[in-house]
Each structure stands twice: as C-alpha cells, then as structure tokens.
T-cell receptor, first 113, second 111 residues
C-alpha cells in the first residue's frame, strides 16, 4: 500500500531564516505531487505541483519554491521566511495513471516568529 | 485561487441526526472527491466520484455526483461524536492535474 510522509511535523523558525520541508511517497511510482498551504480555519491553497522529476508548476508567486530531486521526493523551500509564511503545509500525491484520487500527508505546522 | 462554493459553512447537530452538505461550481468536473480533516491532521479521503449521477456509499456516508457535473452532495446518516471535523469537497477537470477545493463545512456534533 502507498504511504506519504512529511517532516518535520512542527517547526518554529525566525523571520529571515531558510526553510526546507520534505515529503516522500512510498509504494507507487511516478506520482503527481502537490504542496498546499492551509491558514488557520481556512481552505487549502495549492502552491506547487509536479508531474515528474524536475518538473515544477507554481500556482502562487511568493516567497517559496519547490523541487523534486527524486521520483517520490518533493521539497518545499524558502531562502528567507516571512511572518506570512506561517501555516499548515500539506503534501499530497495522486497516481499518474487514470486514477484521480488524491491522498494527503500528515502535514507540517510552521510558525514564523 | 479558484474555489468551490461549499455549504453550509458550519453545522451544529445533535448526535443521531442526519447531515447534508453540498458543493457547487461554475465549471464542469470529471471527478469529485470528499475529505474529512481532523484538527492538526491532513485531510482523509472519504469518497471518490467519477460519473455524473453516481451515488457512492462508505459506511454511514453517501455522496453523489450531480447530473450537471457542476455539483456534488455528501450525506452523513446517524451522526456520532467522531464525525466532528471539517469536510472538504474537491473537483478535478479531465486533462488537468489540479484539484479545486471547497471552502469546507465545519461539523460539530452535540452528544
């Protein structure tokens, strides 16, 4: 069966510091990968998605970037965090075949102080 | 970004009551997904719908893919305290990789 991991689970970082959040998927090949951000009590905002290694589509121009160095690894980064980057970051995957179900990881709670 | 209209925004119900919520879109979707999110956790997929008119159940949950392909409905029968959480719908258009999410329905169950 497929599983998705995210780490760290929680993170407190000062303004101006760098960020690296990691997501890995097990049990499937060539998944589509997604990064979402969720503000407190709000819906899900799609940040980036990737349909293959090195292929990144950005949905919201901002202080973040994403990379996919390996088939089942997706990384969210920032060179300098802003207060507004605080939130709950969710990684998700879906199959690259004709399955359309999307599955989420446990999330990372980021607090920028 | 684009979002689906999901209603109601919140619901307070008594344990044992049935619950209904829906999502509407100005766009046609080929897939509808329904999720439940508990506080501090990632959304969990409840039901996936792939055909207009499709009715699918998962235990006490039943979801329907609207005939117009612009809406979907989720019903929860005989609610229990663990049904508390936020329910999200999501739609996907054929040929795209993106999912459009609803604004969420916050459900609270009073014992």
């Amino acid at each position: 069966s497929q599983t998705i991991h995210q780490w760290p689970a929680t993170l407190v970082q000062p303004v101006g510091s760098p960020l690296s959040l990691e997501c890995t998927v097990e049990g499937t090949s060539n998944p589509n990968l997604y990064w979402y951000r969720q503000a407190a009590g709000r819906g899900l905002q799609l940040l980036f998605y990737s349909v293959g290694i090195g292929q990144i589509s950005s949905e919201v121009p901002q202080n973040l970037s994403a990379s996919r160095p390996q088939d089942r690894q997706f990384i969210l980064s920032s060179k300098k965090l802003l207060l507004s980057d605080s939130g709950f970051y969710l990684c998700a995957w879906s199959g690259s075949d004709l399955t359309y179900e999307q599955y989420f990881g446990p999330g990372t709670r980021l607090t920028v102080t | 970004g684009q979002q689906l209209n999901q209603s109601p925004q919140s619901m307070f119900i008594q344990e044992g009551e049935d619950v209904s919520m829906n999502c509407t879109s100005s766009s046609i979707f080929n897939t509808w997904l329904w999720y439940k999110q508990d506080p501090g956790e990632g959304p969990v997929l409840l039901i996936a719908l792939y055909k207009a008119g499709e009715l699918t159940s998962n235990g006490r949950l039943t979801a329907q893919f609207g005939i117009t392909r612009k809406d979907s409905f989720l019903n929860i029968s005989a609610s229990i305290p663990s049904d508390v959480g936020i329910y999200f719908c999501a739609g996907q258009t054929s040929g795209t990789y993106k999912y459009i999410f609803g604004t969420g329905t916050r459900l609270k169950v009073l014992a």
